[in-house]
């Protein structure tokens, strides 16, 4: 996840956002401190077959790179795994299964 987030953070930084170089192992830090058991509302949504949000989120971090010249090889890798199951439904059980 780190690499992720260092990809979103290049892409910022290369269309004029004044982030830290260190703001994804920052961000990092504060997930790391989070209950292990936590986990993202998109990853609910998976679970249960709600509509994701990934076009917002990976999917915007890839356009936004492309755009800037800025390679986002893991958030195109996401965006298009999780495209599958975007529009919702079929959910997945805890186990990965669908």
């Not at 249960?48 to 076009?55: D, K, P, S, T, Y």
């Not at 971090?61 to 800025?70: D, F, K, S, W």
Request: glycine share 12%; no cysteine; net charge negative.
């Amino acid at each position: 996840m780190r690499d992720v987030m260092r990809e979103a953070v290049a892409v910022a930084r290369a269309r004029g956002i004044d982030l830290p170089a260190d703001y994804a192992d920052d961000r990092m830090k504060v997930a790391d401190a989070v209950a292990a058991d936590m986990t993202s509302s998109m990853h609910h949504d998976l679970e249960r077959g709600n509509r994701l949000e990934v076009q917002w989120l990976s999917g915007s971090v890839v356009e936004l790179g492309r755009a800037a010249g800025v390679p986002t090889p893991l958030n195109r890798a996401i965006a298009d795994i999780l495209a599958l199951h975007a529009e919702g439904g079929g959910g997945l059980r805890a186990g990965g299964e669908g």
